[in-house]
């Protein structure tokens, strides 16, 4: 398959770009959205024995997307539980409204919808107040320059690779070339800014995400899913 992140080719500079890419830190980020709830503290300890370092949580609010999921009650209950860091996606309209209370319910990184709030910077400014790591997120159709003026103000950026909404829907590859060009306009400002995708990555299409730029990878149906232990190993062992 071509991909035109593929661009980043032959010559010294874009050598350089891969070499800096591959330093980056890889980050698994499992998504309780496909745990079962029945026993989600089972299920975290089982992606935390395995050694991975974060755990993904999607807030949904049923107006910016059209499902709802959960919120405060079940950070605030899996918190004391884990030294997990708490990767908290918000997807809810005016997000503003609710971010203070979420860095209160235990979140280590706040992420927000850029398309679902008016004052982005104010947003990112509350969120910073709390002391807790800022993320900003795009959905498929925003494109990548949309990040660009808020760069050096956040932690993450997080690239959707799916229509937010729901779990286990198949990745839209077009989505990883918006993650190249973002992770040049890290490289070239700089920064360290962590760089996640989201939708659709499983253990055969991890590799592209990777390639593309993205070093924080959020799986959540192809990680809780039978052997959900052996699952999260085969990731990070692909994420080396
Ligand atoms: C979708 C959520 C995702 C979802 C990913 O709106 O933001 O985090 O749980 O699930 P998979 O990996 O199954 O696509
Ligand atoms: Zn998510």
Redesign the pocket.
């Known amino acids: 398959m071509e991909y035109d992140f593929l661009f980043i080719g032959k010559s010294a500079a874009d050598k350089a770009l891969r070499a800096e890419m591959r330093s980056i830190m890889n980050i698994l980020s499992p ?1 309780i ?2 745990a079962d709830f029945w026993k989600l503290g089972e299920d975290i300890k089982a992606v935390e024995g395995a050694g991975v370092p974060w755990l ?1 949580v ?1 807030v949904m609010d049923g107006l910016f ?1 059209p499902s709802i999921s959960y919120g405060m009650p079940v950070l605030k209950a899996v918190r004391p539980h884990t030294d997990m860091f708490l990767d908290v ?1 918000l ?1 809810i309209e005016k997000p503003e409204r609710y971010v203070e209370e979420f860095a209160a319910c235990g979140a280590d990184l706040v992420n927000f919808h850029l398309e679902a709030t008016e004052d982005v910077k104010g947003c990112i400014d509350k969120i910073r107040a709390t002391g807790k790591k800022v993320g900003i997120t795009i959905k498929p159709a925003t494109p990548a320059e949309a990040v660009e003026p808020y760069l050096e103000l956040v932690d993450m950026v997080l690239v959707m690779t ?1 229509e ?6 198949k990745l839209i590859p077009e989505c990883l070339n918006k993650v190249a060009v973002i992770r040049k306009m890290i490289t070239d400002r700089g920064l360290a800014t962590d760089l996640e995708v ?4 499983n253990l055969d299409n991890v590799a592209l995400a990777l390639d593309a730029g993205a070093n924080v990878i ?5 990680v809780f899913k039978d052997d959900i232990a052996a699952n999260a190993k085969a990731f990070l062992a692909k994420m080396q």
């Open positions: 998504s959205l496909s993904h999607d997307v996606h997807m799916v937010p909404g729901f779990g286990g829907q989201d939708g659709g990555i959020v799986a959540g149906s192809a």
